[in-house]
């Protein structure tokens, strides 16, 4: 038996859950509905759950003819179903956004999170402008076993944070700003460059992704933990 | 009483390892050797331990003149001073590289990784374009808690692993290739890009603050674990 | 007697087949739809085959009108018109794509492919992130006497092929991504970048480019291959 | 009579202290040792004071024959003659800084705005990743009628630092940095994209620059308050 | 009592005009009506004025629900809202043009400024390459406290200026222009690389910043001029 | 009498005919109708003609309210004025393009020839992918006083052209491509990095700047000849 | 058996040859001489030749130690051994420059060529500057199966070259050039952009890559040619 | 007779003189001493003068142990034989350099016109930071036929100057500078979007593409003289 599932226009990767503890995502952005919808079908009925990033309604649309019970999360650009859902992981996660322009991302970021079975802290509008409100947010984070820190302009936020925590910090520059941001590249450039040790980073906008490797780290510090 | 030691030229971050659980880490390149020996002084006199990055042998002949239990690791550009061992961590970190010639990044992941008390396991030079070598080394890094992939030119190694295993991967692009290789450029957009879902990233040839958010993660799973 | 025939605002190379093998092609994008059908009128009249690439509706209403035989391949956003069949090659080209999303670069590739008389094999979606379905690939591609391989994103796809098989390959890097994909940026310094020697690239998007060239190798071989 | 000397090779600009309030300043790189001198001389005699910035030992070695009074400021890189000195001016001036490396460009400011009459704060080291240490300046920085604050890296500080006073801040990226810093681009888009609103920026090390606009802004100040 | 409004989706700032002498302004684009009349809401109850740049008319409709008294400056793209007028500043404040295609960044700069309490000067259209209309704007400039110079293209403006005067001068490079302009970077390099000594810059099309940082300057010297 | 007539908006440079030999011309994108025709309207009754470039049709409505004689070049984006021609110049100007789809450039470029009084020679479509249609327009350029180059993509004619005539050739890089040209970069850097000595290059898709400093070099050569 | 060599620091793909038709080569840059010498000696052992680019004298000097009978390509920057040569191909591989300045580019491309058993026809110097020169070359490298092209500066040869052969051309542009050449970006960004259909481009500077893709092609068509 | 000379190594084009009016020129950077000595040999035989431009003084050893008569033009970089000189052209050249920096490559500019045969006045040091100097110049720059305007840093000379005078304005950005002035991109950049219609622009520090271009206007125009 293949790790794939062949739908000749594309090879659904059923065997991901198994091998990554997380099941494969589809992005929408670029396919037809017709595929998405396909695909979709197809990971569902192996996984039990699946989701769309970067899907608009013309998908939507189409998904929920096939899969009437899947739902469409609009800010997060998100199609969900959840059948099945995934095993809840014991440890929280942290969503700190700089500002509330950077709220899609963030609801991106809640979306996948939440369907893969984390819990999730969400603190919004903390820029470094206003210091207080990134200080009041530091035993929130402490608390949590990882933080995403999201943010567009100077990126600065994730370099305070991380030299405030011992939480692992894995940061998402947004394409918020205009003129010399050049969508989003500024915030990025300031986070793979921070002064604060160890914080790592993802694309421009990819909320999921960062989603996602929280909860692989999540999901490390629960398949260590014994349960008592 | 401050978090920090003020030394005119410098204010030392004392308070870093208790905030962080791992100490601050003194960038050697840039800095005069006098600066560099204080800062060294001053941090392991605090915390037991002390790291300098990116540092040459005239930082290292001042160094061992004010600190003779320093030690020089050439090839990761390293000053190390560990006088009172930081406690070991439970889980094994996976260090994996695309070539040969990503050896100094991997050995200052090394330096930093083991000083900050993780097992290490090293498995070097297992590049796509010879994919049986990077599918030999899947069970190897499945049994770490976190893995650091290095890579230089097209960057595609943490593409490929991340896709095996459940792991977090945390992908260094390296400086290593010419031409459009852009110092790095190149395999960096390729790691932010990764079709792997949840690939994080460092800037080029930090193998340093690769190792500290390895450590970071690994202790978050000490943490959690109670000890029987 | 000239190589090109004048026609005012352009002057057709109707010398291209003769001297190349394989006859001038046009870029409907940027052309006013009169221009483009005299152009194809000339191009069919000496060649007995015509092609426009990145061709709209608002292209093909106009062509339509002037050479009713031809057709519009509207995924590829290409214009055909083939009276005069150009001779059928022996080899075989095979065309592989990272995702789903690739769709319409594939289609450019195989409708330019197929007018130049090459026989083509399409394998789609074979992502390195589900490495399975690249292994599996492998004898298909090996077959083949010059593979065409699509990625957007990292781009990684042609590293790990090219590191499979004997088959030259030609890389096209596509603008499938976002933030830090550039465009196709990423995939392209990518596969410009590739530690599996001897991968080729064309310019982003580029899929005819990538089927004339293949085409170009696939002739040379027929050529080279006597009767018997 | 002109506002300018012509020496040839040369035009000083010996109306500029007149015009702007502060003298013309020679920027050494770039020019031979002789040229330099006669310049320096020039301005000397006309201003009684003269600065040049980005200048080496052997621009010293030259100079100091000519005008036996020049000092030689190394870390700043400055060569420095102060015969009649400038007025005194009322206002301070905090410079700031991210981190020990960023010294030579603190130097280049300090010497400048000494020479033009300001008095000077400097305090160093500051950096957020430890933020008790930026939050502890606040007071003096807000003593000062204009802060200048360097930082390379993520370019961080100047965001926090303009969100804690209502000093006008004027921000200097430093080419401190590795990979991705890109020697001092990241700094630079940071510091143009801050979220405290107001900071302004100069060119990458350019202490020389961020003191000048301070001086003007100082003495705007001096100039507005009427002497008792 | 906290130094911020807890809004939930926001945390307003509303302990900057304390702080800054400013209050915190709005950035309308990327946020939703909704969220922008209650943040506009929390800050005029608070300051008694109110700013958001960057807004478009289905801003201004939700903001006029919630705020009738506020108004819209098209041009410059404003909501703006005024109940207790910010106190007047002592210096007059120069806005300075290249081209009249600048005119909407002239707009942001001149509403900002007279909400927060400056006298303005506006002098449009002085592009060197009609130097004689430069040249006539000399003493206006000469005798405001501050100059923000706009200009796109080549961004040689500020240089000329800057050479002229003791006013300090604050650079505004704009997206006008085409081709290798590249959205206003031409300008923003020249402004940054200016051989006039101590012009400062903002972001591209960043007028509300630079007037901010306008008026931090022009209080400064209020504050410090003894009223009579 | 200055030499600028104050508009309060705008400062119409109508001494630049005197001074520079060709009157000031109006750049429409980014102005209002409103201003552009009353700019229209000044310079066509100083100079006896105007021309707007970058002009769309929302313009030439109102400008032709104003001044009933305009003609809209469609192609070209030009408004023209012409109520006195300028006088006319004895060398004639080739105007040479790649491709067809350079021709909205070359529209402006013959537009703005003729109307300052050059004879024009349009060779369309002479890319060198077919190089005897570059061969075969040798003696047309070669019997001109300046020929102006248009071309995209890999922007190779004007090296080519270059090399086989003594006429001074201006290289206009085009925004015709796609994917790595960059909007026309390629073109760019491609020509001012040409092999033939002597290639002087405009911004990407200026036409009009191409047309103007043709028209200096031929004016000057009209100058120099003595009438007989 | 595995398809590699375990040497530790190092995997070497032995299996490589018999994969692709051609062995792993070395890269030397970054490599240490001890660490070079032990993976050559492992490829020739396997494989009977062995091949390091871009190595230096002090590679080959330690490499002779081991393996005596290599010999050092200075220009080409390569270390060749061959004891048991590779098989003759039949078909011919034209190697054509476009300055004698990319002459070591071109070293790179023979030594290769030649050790993997292609015959080379090199034709140096024949810019398009003096077309004469690349028009005489047409039949020489028609009469070849595989073109490679060597260019810098504007990177214009390709393109004239495909546009006048049915040869497959590979386009390799080079570092050659001054201020916006990049060091080879603008050759690569013309020839990616090439105006000739089916150019294919490999990195700036990688001559070896060249040569290998060509003798992929050369070996395939050697291959589906029946010997007598 | 074909229209080059074949040295093997190289193809010198013996015809350019008479296709171009001016000779072929060695470009000394990256050929070896011997090969340039051979060009220069075979260029001076059959034009009566030679140049080389960015030639080392490793380069003139060697030519003028072939050439006793070679001159080396230090500051320029430059080689110079010329036995039988080329005829003098009746326009006389302006180059106006913005500072003392730019010096070298003013230098470079004057060699290549006097061995042209154009009569130079050369303008240093009117940087538009002191107006009054560039004002200054403007009549001598006025009465030459054409002018070439150096400048680095922000590049905005040539936009002042081009606005003042008739005569045709060749731009030549240089490096001079640092930080964001990016090795000249922004004075290149600032000159391609000169907002003084007209001036066209040369590769970074390419003064001699600069006299070239200015030679075969200057030529132009004494072609179009009849000599009384």
């Known amino acids: 038996m293949p790790g794939f599932l062949e739908l000749g226009f594309a ?20 396919k037809s509905p017709d595929d998405l919808a396909q695909i ?3 990971l569902v009925e192996k996984n039990g759950v699946a989701l769309a990033t970067r899907a608009g309604s013309h998908h939507f649309d189409k998904v929920t003819e096939v899969l009437p019970d899947a739902r469409f999360e609009l800010a997060a650009r998100c199609i969900v179903i959840e059948r099945k859902p995934l095993p809840r992981l014991a440890g929280k996660v942290a969503v700190v956004s700089a500002g509330t322009t950077d709220w899609p991302v963030v609801e991106e970021v809640r979306v996948t999170l939440e369907l893969f079975g984390n ?11 206003g210091i207080e409100r990134t200080l009041a947010a530091r035993d929130r984070i402490e608390s949590c076993s990882v933080a995403i820190v999201v ?3 100077d990126g600065a936020l994730p370099s305070v944070i991380a030299g405030l925590v011992s939480t ?3 940061a998402v520059p ?10 989003g590249i ?3 450039l300031s986070m793979l460059n921070s002064c604060a040790s160890g914080v790592t980073v993802v694309n421009i906008d990819n909320g999921f992704g960062a989603a996602y490797a929280a909860s692989l780290i999540n999901r490390e510090i629960a398949v260590s933990t014994p349960s008592p």
């Open 11 to 30: 090879k659904v990767d059923v065997g991901r859950l198994e091998r990554r503890g997380f099941p494969e995502v589809a992005l929408g952005e670029g």
């Open 40 to 42: 979709l079908k197809a």
């Open 119 to 129: 819990s999730v802290d969400i603190i919004q509008d903390v820029g470094v402008a």
């Open 151 to 153: 943010a567009g302009m």
């Open 168 to 170: 692992p910090v894995i």
């Open 174 to 183: 947004t394409s918020v700003g205009y003129g010399a941001s050049f969508g």
């Open 186 to 188: 500024a915030a990025l």
